[in-house]
């Protein structure tokens, strides 16, 4: 073993037994060869089998109990029934970690989860390291295991890129494709039913591995321990790398009966997203963007310290350029224009006096002018504005001596001006193998199509913004917290929720609670008008399904009539209901926003921020935090929102004041990490915010408590 890290008796494991070993087993035959194939030493695998003395021309031992010596790991090819037997040897031999590939447990119906339940007992009782079941396994191509179900790629080589995934299937296509792409790997894992060792087990170990800067994920499930999980992510960005995450499942909705509307909203995937971004992870679409984006995180590195430097875009089409220019802006990429010297340069190169020269067209020059070129390519790389350049050149089926010249040019360029390089198509154009392999030994990054290749080098843009602006420090507490007081549990009376949120500093819109037709009418004069009225109850969570709200009263008489006939209608439709009395308010305009609190079955409290208003759940154009955040990460949150303009300003209007709203959105996220499990839901709807500078007020306020 290499380190002492909790998982390096399963990842660095210098000596390791096959139980189950046979010729006709699959998994052991193929996990042999794959040893084989990386190098690892043969005289350190030791094959179990009862009823054999040798496989694999090895010396084979009936059990793991007659094995002199010590035993790191225990590979298990067993089926699911002998499994649990299995793993209580390997405890009494002290193995310290184990993989299991069958099938047939949790996800097999009852008897296969009380059958887990068995494996699950005896290998915590045996103290055992267990990936697995229902795996492939793993590859750790520093220590040469291919502890892998299937046949591995022989030119699996060694990389800068780990893996960590719920599915084998995925995460086999992944390796095998980006093999023929000249990625190379350090370690890759993917956990099955993850009974014991988990993905936040397997990112806390990648975290560490100075040989990893990208870290690609899959999850068809959340991580379990999200807790764990946000810890190890968090050591990932510290040390420096890029953690991709691919995640299925993100049409499901959780299915809860709440009361507040941000329950309806706040689905699992939203919650999870909210969750990664906030911890510092970039989140793809699908297996193509996981690799593309793996890929170029890998080749480019990350360089935080360039994050306000643009692109150069190099291509040999001027139809190249205009769709080249459209992707960019689509896709958040600075293409900026380049200095006055550069473009003199190139428009005398080219002789085109109206070139714009990035995206830069270079057409035949190559060929006509093999030194104006040069110039050209020269020029580019030495402009200050840019800190990565894209070219989409010739890329022959096989490498001429003329291609082989201005790929090492590239390279040289590149080297000499401290510019990262990577290497477009206009489509999905394969490429051969032998241009994989020598791009790669250049430092030349392979990224593929051109809408590919600019998102995912918008998401690297992204993350090194981040980073230089420091979005994924711990976050820091301002003020002291507030005083808990006792809350009870179930909806929250209006005076109740009031005294909470004001002691957390959120504001509320003006307003008096009345009991009376005349206290109506006093309280709105002193407010002014127009004025709103709502009846207050804990039995009307949604004052519009009952008629308990009037608006846009002008004067005493509105407010007199108004008051009489919502208290008419509501005992009518309601009479049970408690009601604290009639809330006379200030009616103020302003862009409607929603923030709230939600619950996720394994996150806890959720921070919702949306856009407001009675149709909320039809448009449902929210986004999702974890408590606690900062301003900055709220007004973030806020600014990704597809309606954002509204708060720039929209028909004249003009800007609202986002910072203030970002700044409730913080406190409410603090009271919601304060309050913990014992908060259900919690809805302010609408927050109306008024022009820049003027303040938020939430207008109605709904606490359910656990």
């Not at 010590?70 to 405890?91: F, M, R, T």
């Not at 014991?196 to 379990?224: G, H, M, R, W």
């Not at 509307?261 to 996981?290: K, P, S, Y």
């Not at 009616?587 to 149709?615: N, Y």
Request: with cysteine.
């Amino acid at each position: 073993m290499f380190t002492d890290r909790p998982l390096a008796p399963l990842f660095e494991a210098d000596r390791l037994a096959i139980i189950g070993a046979s010729d006709r087993n699959h998994y052991a035959a193929n996990i042999f060869k794959n040893l084989q194939n990386m190098g690892f030493d043969a005289s350190r695998i030791v094959p179990i089998n009862p009823g054999r003395s040798e496989v694999f021309g090895l010396k084979t031992y009936p059990s793991i109990l007659e094995v002199p010596g010590e035993i790191p790991l225990a590979v298990i090819a067993v089926n699911n029934k002998a499994a649990v037997s299995v793993v209580e040897q390997a405890g009494k031999k002290g193995v310290k970690a184990g993989v299991i590939f069958a099938d047939g447990f949790a996800e097999g119906g009852e008897e296969g989860k009380k059958l887990q339940q068995q494996l699950t007992q005896a290998a915590k009782a045996a103290g055992l390291k267990l990936l697995g079941p229902n795996c492939m396994g793993f590859v750790s191509l520093r220590a040469k295991l291919g502890i892998w179900g299937g046949e591995l790629p022989k030119n699996l080589r060694a990389g800068n890129i780990g893996c960590i995934f719920q599915s084998s299937g995925m995460m086999n296509l992944v390796i095998n494709m980006g093999v023929k792409r000249g990625l190379g790997f350090h370690v890759c894992a993917s956990g099955g039913n993850e009974i014991i060792l988990n993905s936040a087990d397997y990112l806390a170990y990648q975290a560490e591995c100075p040989e990893i800067e990208v870290i690609a994920t899959y999850f068809e499930a959340a991580p379990k321990e999200p807790e764990r999980f946000g810890v190890a992510l968090d050591r990932a960005i510290a040390n420096g790398k890029s953690v991709l995450i691919l995640r299925a499942g993100r049409t499901e909705r959780a299915k809860r009966n709440v009361i507040a509307h941000t329950g309806q909203l706040a689905g699992a995937a939203a919650a999870w997203d909210g969750f990664f971004e906030q911890h510092g992870a970039v989140i793809v679409n699908d297996l193509d963007d996981l690799i593309d984006t793996t890929a170029l995180f890998a080749g480019a590195k990350l360089r935080p310290d360039k994050h306000d430097r643009g692109v150069g875009l190099i291509t040999i089409s001027g139809g190249d350029c205009t769709l080249l220019c459209d992707i960019a802006d689509q896709e958040g990429v600075a293409v900026p224009e380049l200095s006055p010297e550069t473009q003199k340069v190139m428009v005398e190169s080219l002789d085109k006096p109206t070139l714009l020269g990035n995206p830069l067209d270079v057409e035949d020059l190559q060929r006509i002018n093999a030194e104006g070129f040069d110039r050209c390519l020269e020029k580019c790389f030495q402009e200050p504005k840019i800190d990565m350049v894209g070219v989409r050149l010739n890329l022959p089926e096989t490498i001429t001596p003329a291609s082989e010249k201005l790929y090492q040019r590239l390279a040289d360029l590149s080297a000499a001006n401290d510019k990262r390089v990577f290497v477009l198509t206009r489509a999905t154009e394969p490429i051969a193998d032998v241009w994989h392999e020598r791009l790669n030994s250049l430092g030349l990054t392979f990224t593929g199509d051109y809408r590919k290749s600019i998102r995912a080098l918008s998401r690297l843009r992204t993350n090194e913004r981040d980073r230089a602006s420091g979005r994924f420090n711990p976050v820091t507490r301002t003020e002291s917290a507030p005083a808990r007081p006792q809350l009870g549990s179930g909806v929250l009376s209006y005076e109740a929720t009031e005294k909470l949120l004001q002691a957390y500093g959120i504001a509320l819109a003006p307003a008096v609670m009345t009991r009376s037709a005349g206290e109506a009418v006093q309280a709105a004069d002193k407010l002014g008008y127009p004025c709103v009225l709502k009846v207050t109850s804990v039995d009307i969570p949604h004052k519009t399904e009952f008629a308990a709200l009037r608006l846009g009263l002008e004067n005493r008489s509105a407010v007199e009539q108004a008051y009489d006939e919502m208290m008419s209608r509501v005992r009518e439709a309601k009479p049970e209901a408690n009601i604290e009395g009639v809330l006379v308010q200030k009616q103020i305009k302003g862009v409607e926003s929603l923030l709230g609190i939600s619950r996720d079955d394994q996150l806890g409290p959720t921070l919702v921020m949306g856009l407001g208003g009675v149709f909320v759940e039809i448009l449902a154009d929210v986004a999702i935090r974890i408590p606690p955040i900062s301003a900055n990460e709220a007004r973030r949150a806020l600014e990704s929102l597809k309606g954002q303009k509204v708060f720039s300003g929209v028909r004249g209007a003009p800007p609202a004041d986002l910072d203030t709203l970002a700044e409730t959105a913080a406190r409410l996220s603090w009271l919601a990490y304060d309050l913990g499990d014992d908060i259900a839901e919690m809805d302010l709807n609408p927050v109306v915010v008024l022009p820049k500078g003027q303040g938020a007020f939430a207008v109605d306020a709904l606490l359910v408590m656990r």
